[in-house]
């Protein structure tokens, strides 16, 4: 079946540390992948996303994402983490035809300490 | 991107009672909006595809007589929950579709419900 898989629930960075936040997905063919943020009372943001060419993404707020087929993976990355990182992050993908019927994975929640 | 409300933001009813959520594109007008449920923990489920003037597309498992949606407007949207129950308590979030910048999805803040 075509799903998003993110292995981590919650994880917990020092402000200033580096960042690296785990999706994985199941799909026939290359899929469309997308990373969103969650805050509270905020709706979901989103941060890049992938449909092809180059499988290194630059999104919003300094974040990155890379694009690994022989992984299966879609990984986040950011090099620094700022406090105001601190939220809920959403791995979600979806079948080649744009932003429509995604599914997204479980979410990985951010704790970001002094 | 579009710009997205949803009221109320959180609502407590008692079970039994009928809820009616709104979900707004406040700058541009979307003929097509999503419904998601999120709970606890876990990932936002598609529940429904709102297509304005025509009758909603439900995902399957979802009921259609239980959770009502009308989307009489290119800027609005509404789920009502009907005879919610303890089980219906999540959080709902609408999204739409904007065609101008590659169909991108704007989500609005979602509304929590609780039905005591």
């Known amino acids: 079946a075509q799903s998003v898989t993110q292995p981590d629930i919650h994880i917990t960075v020092s402000e200033g540390a580096s960042l690296e936040l785990r999706c994985n997905y199941s799909?026939?063919?290359?899929?469309?992948l997308f990373w969103y943020v969650q805050s509270p009372g905020q709706g979901l943001q989103l941060l890049l996303k992938?449909?092809?060419?180059?499988?290194l993404v630059q999104g919003i707020k300094g974040f990155e994402a890379e694009f690994k087929r022989s992984q299966s993976s879609f990984n986040l990355r950011k090099p620094s983490v700022h406090w105001s990182d601190a939220a809920e992050y959403f791995c979600a993908g979806g079948p080649l035809g744009g932003y429509q019927k995604v599914t997204f994975g479980t979410g990985t929640k951010l704790q970001v300490i002094p | 991107g579009a710009v997205v409300s949803q009221h109320p933001s959180w609502v407590i009813c008692k079970s039994g009672t009928s809820v009616k959520i709104e979900c707004r594109s406040l700058d541009f007008q979307a003929t097509t909006m999503f419904w998601y449920r999120q709970f606890p923990k876990q990932s936002l489920m598609l529940m429904a595809t709102?297509?304005?003037?025509?009758?909603?597309?439900?995902e399957q498992g979802v009921e259609k007589d239980k959770f009502l949606i009308n989307h009489a407007s290119l800027t609005l949207s509404t789920l009502t929950v009907t005879s919610a129950h303890p089980e219906d308590s999540s959080f709902y979030i609408c999204?739409?579709?904007?065609?101008?910048?590659?169909?991108?999805?704007?989500f609005g803040p979602g509304t929590r419900l609780t039905v005591l």
């Open positions: 992938y449909f092809s060419g180059d499988t």
């Open positions: 999204s739409v579709i904007d065609g101008t910048t590659d169909n991108e999805q704007f």
């Open positions: 799909y026939g063919a290359t899929p469309y």
């Open positions: 709102s297509n304005e003037g025509s009758k909603a597309t439900y």
